[in-house]
C-alpha cells in the first residue's frame, strides 16, 4: 500500500502562482505513474496532469501551459507548479499513485480570487 500526503495548497489572487507537493511512503518501490485531479464543488473529477517513472508527461488541455508537473528525485514525490492561475482553477485537488492500484491523497484546496 501506498500512502499519499499532499501539502501546498491556499489563497492566491488571479494570476499568481502556487506549488502543490505530494508525498508517497509505504510501497514506493512499484509505484508507476503520480498525478494531480482537482474537483471544483458540483463538479466531477477531472485529470489535470500526470507523469510516469519514465518521465513521460500528460497535461488537460484547461493547463497546457500553465501548469508544470514533475517527480522529485527519489521518484516518491510529485510536484505541480501552477502559474497564471485563474478564478476557474479553484477545487480541490488530489494526487494519486498507481502501483498499479490507485492510491489517493486526503486533497488539498486551492482558491483563486478574482
Known amino acids: 500500500q501506498v500512502q499519499l500526503v499532499e501539502s501546498g495548497g491556499g489563497l492566491v489572487q488571479s494570476g499568481g502562482s502556487l506549488r502543490l507537493s505530494c508525498a508517497a511512503s509505504?510501497?514506493?518501490?512499484?509505484?508507476?505513474?503520480m498525478g494531480w485531479y482537482r474537483q471544483a464543488p458540483g463538479k466531477g473529477r477531472e485529470l489535470v496532469a500526470t507523469?510516469?517513472?519514465?518521465?513521460?508527461?500528460y497535461y488537460a488541455d484547461f493547463v497546457k501551459g500553465r501548469f508544470t508537473i514533475a517527480r522529485g528525485v527519489t521518484q516518491n514525490t510529485v510536484y505541480l507548479q501552477m502559474n497564471s492561475l485563474k478564478p476557474e482553477d479553484t477545487a480541490v485537488y488530489l494526487c494519486?499513485?498507481?502501483?498499479?492500484?490507485?492510491?489517493w491523497g486526503q486533497g488539498t484546496q486551492v482558491t483563486v480570487s478574482s
Open positions: 494519486y499513485a498507481e502501483t498499479p492500484y490507485r492510491s
Open positions: 509505504g510501497s514506493i518501490f512499484s509505484i508507476t505513474t
Open positions: 507523469i510516469t517513472n519514465h518521465g513521460s508527461t
